[in-house]
């Protein structure tokens, strides 16, 4: 079981919207945050995070505990290997919005729908109405209240043991007080720590981008590559993220690079041959920025 595990979560349909996941291992119980980028500051509907493990998926109620950040408590025993997915639920509809995964190659359309349809059939407000249908027992506003307030006077009888019962705080966890932001870049730190130490360099970019560093990715076995940069401000401090792949000169921009990609030649005087296609983030706070590099 790892200590503290981080994942970017990519938006399904648009892939401006991203999270950053990030799960600690508390002993009793796993906490987790997710800091979500690009979306509204205030979102209509309710969100639920999923989490793929083993062929089972466990269902994770997020409490808003900021502008973008949510907060969840779930059982200890989390695989080092998983995929998750948020999804959104807006009335009648539920729509898969972000999706991450530890591992490649998975499937992602298969275990967004399996985690989609758990979340869904998980709904205890449905599976109350169900079972109070079938037992054709009417449950009307007069006696919600009443088993309300029964339940309000036991609780205060075992006030103290339930402060500190670890299925209330998993279950019934209350919002944390707002913490403070934290920059995009220290989300994905881990990540990005482990490219750099296991990636080969791009000199050439490096020496073209003042105050920069460029590493090529490769994710498969054919060589196939992309580009990872970092940029720096005047204080030494990480300005941007860049993420590249590279190719030949056309007129639209490939469609697996999200924001404003700009078009960067390794030969100044054959603007059209061989180069990169850049695209910028601030790191900051993860959005895609317009950033020209000379």
């Known amino acids: 079981m790892f200590a503290?595990?981080?994942?970017?979560?990519?938006?399904?349909?648009?892939?401006?919207?991203?999270?950053?996941?990030?799960?600690?291992?508390?002993?009793?119980?796993?906490?987790?945050?997710?800091?979500?980028?690009?979306?509204?500051?205030?979102?209509?509907?309710?969100?639920?995070?999923?989490?793929?493990?083993?062929?089972?998926?466990r269902k994770c109620g997020l409490v808003r505990?900021?502008?973008?950040?949510?907060?969840?408590?779930?059982?200890?025993?989390?695989?080092?290997?998983?995929?998750?997915?948020?999804?959104?639920?807006?009335?009648?509809?539920?729509?898969?919005?972000?999706?991450?995964?530890?591992?490649?190659?998975?499937?992602?359309?298969?275990?967004?729908?399996?985690?989609?349809?758990?979340?869904?059939?998980?709904?205890?407000?449905?599976?109350?109405?169900?079972?109070?249908?079938?037992?054709?027992?009417?449950?009307?506003?007069?006696?919600?209240?009443?088993?309300?307030?029964?339940?309000?006077?036991?609780?205060?009888?075992?006030?103290?043991?339930?402060?500190?019962?670890?299925?209330?705080?998993?279950?019934?966890?209350?919002?944390?007080?707002p913490q403070q932001e934290k920059r995009f870049i220290d989300e994905i730190k881990g990540q990005i720590d482990t490219l750099f130490s296991t990636a080969k360099p791009e000199e050439y970019l490096q020496e073209c981008i003042p105050s920069s560093k460029f590493v090529k990715v490769e994710y498969d076995c054919s060589g196939e590559y992309y580009i990872l940069g970092l940029i720096y401000d005047e204080n030494g401090e990480i300005k941007y993220l860049c993420y590249g792949v590279p190719g030949i000169y056309q007129k639209s921009p490939p469609s697996q690079l999200s924001g404003y990609p700009v078009w960067f030649p390794l030969d100044d005087e054959k603007k059209e041959s061989f180069g990169y296609w850049l695209t910028y983030q601030d790191a900051n706070s993860g959005e895609s920025v317009k950033a020209i590099v000379e």
């Open 65 to 177: 505990s900021g502008s973008g950040l949510y907060t969840f408590k779930t059982e200890p025993n989390l695989a080092d290997i998983f995929s998750c997915g948020v999804v959104h639920f807006m009335g009648a509809t539920v729509k898969p919005v972000l999706f991450g995964s530890t591992q490649n190659g998975c499937d992602q359309e298969e275990l967004l729908s399996q985690i989609a349809d758990e979340v869904l059939d998980k709904n205890s407000a449905q599976e109350v109405k169900e079972v109070l249908d079938e037992n054709h027992v009417e449950y009307d506003d007069e006696l919600q209240q009443e088993i309300d307030a029964q339940i309000e006077e036991e609780l205060k009888k075992e006030e103290d043991k339930c402060q500190t019962c670890k299925y209330k705080r998993c279950f019934f966890g209350q919002a944390e007080e």
């Open 4 to 57: 503290k595990k981080s994942l970017v979560l990519i938006g399904t349909e648009d892939e401006n919207l991203k999270a950053v996941l990030t799960l600690e291992n508390k002993g009793e119980l796993v906490e987790g945050r997710l800091r979500l980028y690009n979306f509204p500051p205030e979102m209509d509907g309710i969100l639920s995070l999923g989490i793929y493990e083993n062929g089972k998926v």
